[in-house]
């Protein structure tokens, strides 16, 4: 296999954002150019994202945050390989902006398509940075998603929990709001928490003694809301250390056991684990993990920051990778608003009660 350069797209949320990606042929993967365009300031007024002004703005933007990464790449049009970008799961209309950008770069240049599922950009992420062989542990963890999976390479990813109400992000971010901090919320949740003492208060403990690796955080959502209203000004801070810290002791809790069932399968010099997607740029998380791979063994891997949010580079590195083992998309493939990594295990076992079109996640 030759070197593979490859254009990658990604629109599922709020982030427009395109780079341009080589994988050489001993696996090495290099970011010639990734950018990120935010619509932070768009989405603040209203609290949250709003998918409509979400997929507008991405019609707006996109063109020249493509044409951006490949000026700042240095790479033809013709040193493309393929063309990624992302076709679900995620906000609908902004999905059908980059895929359908993505088809149209592809038919003008002829040029190979990849339909990429966001979460298997996530789950490649780490190896952007970093050489990490598979298999590995993954925690994905985001605004959107909480999975525990066992990663055998492109394609085969096998879950092993999920979360059955929201996402760790989607906690940091309503917790966030009740606290009057502004949108987005996690980043501005630690901010705070970094000046305050986490021991104060008694937040629930989710799902504590219950076998399996799946994940709750509604019930501290209700707990910290119903806090918020009790706790004076001057303690805010201590209440966001807490916040902080309950969700950083369950993902370690869950990745804990996860780790445990995988362990038997895995010699000790295979045992790798990875955190992947916005919740991994917590400090407080990222070392409750680190300490926990430490202790049971397991090498711990998390990309740099750049590359845990929303960003293109790992959608171009997740579509070269496919590419190299031949899979790419006919200009017919859909949009997916649902499309589960482990798509047995989310019929089988789903968190979610499934919706008309199936599984989330
Ligand atoms: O991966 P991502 O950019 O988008 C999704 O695919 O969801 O993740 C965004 C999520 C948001 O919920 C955001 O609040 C959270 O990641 N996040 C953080 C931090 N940075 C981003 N949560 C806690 N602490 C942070 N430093
Ligand atoms: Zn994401």
């Known amino acids: 296999m030759s070197d593979l350069t490859v254009l990658g797209v990604e629109t599922s949320c709020d982030e427009t954002a395109a780079a341009v990606v080589r994988l050489s042929a001993s696996g090495e993967a290099t970011v010639l150019a990734s950018v990120v365009g935010l619509q932070t300031d768009q989405h603040a007024p209203f609290g949250g994202v709003v998918p409509e002004i979400a997929a507008r703005a ?51 240049r002829g040029l190979p398509l990849v339909a990429v ?7 490649v992420s780490a190896r ?29 990813c096998t879950r092993l929990g999920s979360t059955i109400d929201d996402a760790a992000g989607e906690a940091f971010d309503k ?11 996690g980043p501005a949740l630690e901010k705070l928490a970094a000046t305050g003492n986490p021991d104060g208060f008694d937040l629930p403990r989710a799902l504590l003694g219950r076998p399996g690796c799946d994940f709750s955080f509604s019930g501290l959502k209700t707990a ?16 966001a250390a807490a916040v902080q810290a309950a969700i950083a002791r369950q993902l370690a809790e869950r990745t804990r056991r996860a780790m445990l069932a995988c362990a038997p399968d895995l010699p000790p010099g295979e045992r790798r684990f990875v955190v992947a997607g916005g919740v991994a740029a917590n400090g407080a998380v990222r070392k409750a993990l680190q ?3 430490a202790e049971l063994g397991w090498s711990f891997d998390a990309p740099p ?27 017919s493939a859909p949009a997916r608003p649902r499309w589960p990594l482990d798509a047995a295990a989310a019929a089988e076992r789903p968190t979610h009660l499934p919706g008309r079109k199936g599984a989330k996640a």
Not at 129 to 156: E, K
Not at 313 to 329: H, K, S
Request: net charge negative; aromatic share 4%; hydrophobic share 50%.
């Open 224 to 239: 910290a809301a119903k806090l918020v209203a009790e706790t004076p000004e001057a303690r805010r801070a201590d209440l």
């Open 58 to 108: 991405h019609v707006e933007t996109i063109d020249s945050v493509v044409a951006e990464a490949m000026a700042r790449a240095g790479t033809g049009w013709g040193e493309l390989s393929a063309v990624a970008a992302t076709a679900g799961p995620g906000l609908i209309g902004g999905v059908m902006v980059g895929l359908s950008f993505g088809k149209a770069v592809a038919l003008a």
């Open 117 to 123: 599922n966001h979460l298997e950009g996530h789950a």
């Open 175 to 185: 917790i966030a709001k009740s606290l009057g901090l502004p949108y987005p919320g």
């Open 128 to 156: 952007l940075a970093a050489r990490i062989d598979y298999p590995f542990l993954l925690l994905l963890v985001s605004g959107g998603h909480c999975q525990l999976l066992r990663v055998d390479g492109i394609g085969a």
């Open 291 to 293: 300490d926990l791979a």
């Open 305 to 331: 920051l750049a590359y845990c949010t929303d960003n293109a580079a790992m959608i171009a590195l997740a579509g070269a990778e496919r590419l190299a083992l031949g899979l790419t998309d006919p200009l």
